[in-house]
């Protein structure tokens, strides 16, 4: 069984993640429960994403990811993390 590349502790604050398809580059910027206030057993971690590029605009601009669905588009290639020393 194939062990995936990334794991939800890669992710962090700072983290600058690229769109290959659209060349939008995503920051993290925070991360929250989105269970917090209600009777929920396991939380559900999202992060909220602030994110350029040449097909974001005011609308698209800011996005909350679920953390599990970042991993999933790192993971099978729609997304790349960008190197701090690139």
């Given at each position: 069984?194939?062990?995936?590349?990334?794991?939800?502790?890669?992710l962090?604050?700072?983290?600058?993640?690229?769109?290959?398809?659209?060349?939008?580059?995503?920051?993290?910027?925070?991360?929250?429960?989105?269970?917090?206030?209600?009777?929920?057993?396991e939380?559900?971690?999202?992060?909220?994403?602030?994110?350029?590029?040449?097909?974001?605009?005011?609308?698209?601009?800011?996005?909350?990811?679920?953390?599990?669905?970042?991993?999933?588009?790192?993971?099978?290639?729609?997304?790349s993390?960008?190197?701090?020393?690139?």
């Amino acid at each position: 069984m194939r062990v995936p590349p990334y794991k939800r502790s890669d992710l962090h604050a700072g983290l600058l993640i690229k769109d290959l398809d659209s060349g939008d580059l995503g920051l993290l910027v925070s991360r929250f429960d989105l269970m917090k206030n209600w009777d929920f057993d396991e939380p559900i971690w999202v992060w909220d994403m602030f994110w350029s590029g040449p097909t974001t605009d005011n609308e698209n601009r800011n996005v909350p990811f679920i953390e599990q669905a970042i991993v999933g588009l790192l993971n099978g290639g729609v997304w790349s993390i960008v190197e701090s020393d690139a």
